[in-house]
């Protein structure tokens, strides 16, 4: 957006009732309101960070993540400045049963970055399964149905909390389960496959919010669907669908 476009959509944004907006609608309004501040620039940041800070304590969402992205990606060392001391780890508090570093992955999605998100998750993952799965960069279902559940859920936290709730493990198995649990219709649904032909690798998938809701973080569909069956039915979902 231009400077000139952007004056003009702070000329004509009613800042209260956004601000109203952002504090007492649902997630969708909530997030229709972050765009509209979004791009009012500058102006619209103030509302931004008061929103950020007024979440204090509770649980990341959606909304707040998305508002946290925007801030993060400003480019305003006094925004930046602030977010690393309100949240020096991020957003999101990151739980491993393994030790397992999840903060890379959580860096890239600030950032916007999806296609190295994805890729740092299928590495973590990986790291979880243990060396010889690091070795192959890929996953067994066998491996899959002993990861931790704490483990799966901050890497599925990251996803949704940074994706205005579009992608991430227990998208994927909302859709899934929606779809009587048919991976063909899955695949096509999140933009995986077209008819006969699966997508390709890297460039035909789509890296930003404009993808299908539950487009990533991908799994080696090529390799079957054992490894997504047991994504989508580890038991750190029954707490969560």
Not at 95 to 102: K, N
């Given at each position: 957006m231009t400077d000139s476009n952007l004056s003009s959509a702070a000329a004509g944004a009613d800042f209260e009732a956004l601000r109203a907006q952002l504090q007492q609608a649902p997630l969708k309004s909530q997030l229709t309101a972050i765009a509209q501040l979004a791009d009012c620039g500058d102006r619209g940041w103030p509302l931004l960070q008061d929103f950020l800070l007024t979440q204090g304590d509770t649980e990341p969402?959606?909304?707040?993540?998305?508002?946290?992205?925007?801030?993060?990606?400003?480019?305003?060392?006094?925004?930046?400045?602030?977010?690393?001391?309100?949240?020096?780890?991020?957003?999101?508090?990151?739980?491993?049963?393994?030790?397992?570093?999840?903060?890379?992955?959580?860096?890239?999605?600030?950032?916007?970055?999806?296609?190295?998100?994805?890729?740092?998750?299928?590495?973590?993952?990986?790291?979880?399964?243990?060396?010889?799965?690091?070795?192959?960069?890929?996953?067994?279902?066998?491996?899959?149905?002993?990861?931790?559940?704490?483990?799966?859920?901050?890497?599925?936290?990251?996803?949704?909390?940074?994706?205005?709730?579009?992608?991430?493990y227990s998208v994927q198995r909302q859709l899934w389960l929606a779809q009587g649990k048919d991976f063909v219709k899955l695949w096509a649904k999140i933009g995986w496959k077209a008819g006969n032909r699966w997508t390709r690798y890297p460039n035909e998938f789509t890296w930003d919010l404009s993808a299908p809701r539950g487009h990533l973080p991908l799994s080696n569909q090529l390799r079957g669907a054992r490894v997504l069956t047991s994504l989508l039915s580890h038991p750190a979902w029954t707490t969560t669908a």
């Open positions: 969402t959606p909304a707040s993540g998305r508002a946290y992205q925007i801030l993060a990606q400003s480019g305003i060392p006094d925004l930046r400045a602030l977010l690393r001391n309100q949240f020096p780890n991020g957003l999101v508090p990151l739980v491993s049963e393994r030790g397992i570093d999840y903060q890379p992955v959580q860096q890239a999605l600030v950032a916007g970055d999806y296609e190295t998100g994805d890729r740092l998750t299928l590495e973590k993952l990986c790291e979880l399964a243990g060396p010889t799965a690091q070795q192959r960069n890929w996953l067994y279902f066998s491996e899959v149905e002993k990861f931790p559940s704490a483990d799966l859920l901050s890497l599925d936290q990251l996803w949704r909390v940074y994706s205005a709730d579009r992608f991430g």
